[in-house]
């Protein structure tokens, strides 16, 4: 079964980092683009950042563009999301979504369980 | 950037109700669509693909259909487990975009 696990959201104070981490169990890691996709409390989804599988393509966000690096450890099977200069605006619970293809803009299939970042002093 | 436009925002039906929600993308998509569920507290559930293809899993009962710019999700005989609000996504490009949400509910 796949599975994916979010850790890492916390409060932080706006200006400030932090990364998010996403375990992945239950298939070839390195063989699949992954997405980070957020929701604010309450509101719609979000597409965040997709990296391909062998993280030579990336795309981003204008939203977050700058400012968050999405990137992944295939033998550790887990991707990342360093978020820098962080706004009240970033709140939300991100979730990391397997990518049906190695390098794609598709579906995303399953989600992990999310993890909510608030960003507020 | 392509906006997408669902309609309801929300809908009340009964069980058994054949249900309907549309998704409108401001420019053509071809059939670069997927639906989605997400229930209360938890994370979305793919649904449907390339507009019209069913997840594995999914019950037969929902069907999608579309190309171009307007695109439907349909629920043939709402069950109560279908409580939910529903997600429609573009992908033909980036960025990718969601649509607002239509939030069902049963009467």
């Known amino acids: 079964e796949v599975q994916l696990l979010e850790s890492g959201g916390t409060l932080v104070q706006p200006g400030g980092s932090l990364r998010l981490s996403c375990a992945a169990t239950?298939?070839?890691?390195?063989?699949?683009?992954m997405s980070w996709v957020r929701q604010a409390p309450g509101k719609g989804l979000e597409w965040v950042a997709t990296?391909?599988?062998?993280?030579?393509?990336?795309y981003y966000a204008d939203s977050v563009k700058g400012r968050f690096t999405i990137s992944r450890d295939n033998s550790a099977n887990t991707l990342y999301l360093q978020m820098n200069s962080l706004r009240a605006e970033d709140t939300a619970v991100y979730y990391c979504?397997?990518?049906?293809?190695?390098?794609?803009?598709?579906?995303?299939?399953?989600w992990g369980q999310g993890t909510l970042v608030t960003v507020s002093s | 950037d392509i906006q997408m436009t669902q309609s309801p925002s929300s809908l009340s039906a009964s069980v058994g109700d054949r249900v309907t929600i549309t998704c409108r993308a401001s420019q053509g998509i071809s059939n670069y669509l997927a639906w989605y569920q997400q229930k209360p507290g938890k994370a979305p559930n793919l649904l449907i693909y390339?507009?019209?293809t069913l997840q594995s899993g999914v019950p037969a009962r929902f069907s999608g259909s579309g190309s171009g710019t307007d695109f439907t999700l349909t629920i043939s005989s709402l069950q109560p487990e279908d409580v939910a609000t529903y997600f429609c996504?573009?992908?033909?490009?980036?960025?990718?975009?969601f649509g607002q949400g239509t939030r069902l509910e049963i009467k």
């Open positions: 979504a397997k990518d049906p293809y190695q390098i794609s803009v598709d579906w995303f299939d399953p």
């Open positions: 239950g298939f070839t890691f390195g063989k699949y683009a």
């Open positions: 390339g507009a019209s």
């Open positions: 996504q573009k992908y033909n490009n980036v960025p990718i975009t």
């Open positions: 990296l391909s599988s062998g993280s030579g393509t990336v």
